[in-house]
């Protein structure tokens, strides 16, 4: 071992096995201190910082399918779960069972991941009737010009601020969708 080698390298040194067995033991504690020093010190590895979420398929999959049975009930046929909410940005997990309602946000971008259906996207040209329902939000009236876009799972769509909007499910008997609302213009 390294302690007897060093102690065998120079005679003046007292070389007892009481003293070597002092010395080992003050060298495995010392090498015991070190670890926990550095482990202690070390940031866990399962630490989530402040902010940090996660939404697996099979979380998006239980969530929809408990949407899925309360949208019936709703008198537009849908269903949200709001998944999370901070300053800057929010979290939804969308079921539409019918035809949304026009929506207007004057200060918030969406943007919608589709998981699973098909629908039409109605944006742009002009919101005419809409209802104030809330602080820089409109929704209800109607799109006059626009344009259309199919959306189907997969999909990514954007829809900047103050542009009016409407899912329109054309048919189909259901569409998911994950959205984020970007807050802050």
């Known amino acids: 071992m390294y302690v007897d080698s060093l102690f065998s390298m120079n005679p003046q040194w007292?070389?007892?096995?009481?003293?070597?067995g002092f010395v080992r033991q003050v060298s495995r504690s010392a090498l015991l201190i070190l670890?926990?020093?550095?482990?202690?010190?070390?940031?866990?590895?399962?630490?989530?910082?402040?902010g940090f979420e996660q939404w697996t398929a099979k979380t998006f999959a239980t969530v929809i399918s408990e949407l899925a049975i309360d949208a019936p009930n709703d008198p537009h046929h849908f269903a949200v779960r709001?998944?999370?909410?901070?300053p800057n940005d929010g979290f939804l997990l969308v079921h539409r069972a019918g035809d949304g309602a026009v929506e207007w946000h004057e200060t918030q971008a969406d943007v919608f991941f589709v998981e699973s259906g098909t629908a039409m996207l109605l944006?742009?040209?002009k919101l005419v009737n809409g209802e104030t329902v809330g602080p820089h939000e409109k929704r209800n009236g109607t799109i006059v010009g626009g344009m259309r876009r199919r959306m189907s799972p997969g999909d990514v769509v954007r829809i900047p601020p103050r542009v009016p909007h409407q899912v329109l499910l054309e048919g189909a008997p259901a569409f998911d969708y994950f959205v984020v609302k970007v807050k802050g213009y």
């Open 14 to 20: 007292n070389t007892s096995s009481r003293h070597l």
């Open 35 to 50: 670890v926990l020093l550095l482990a202690w010190t070390l940031p866990a590895q399962d630490a989530r910082p402040a």
């Open 82 to 86: 709001q998944l999370a909410d901070y």
């Open 123 to 125: 944006l742009g040209g």
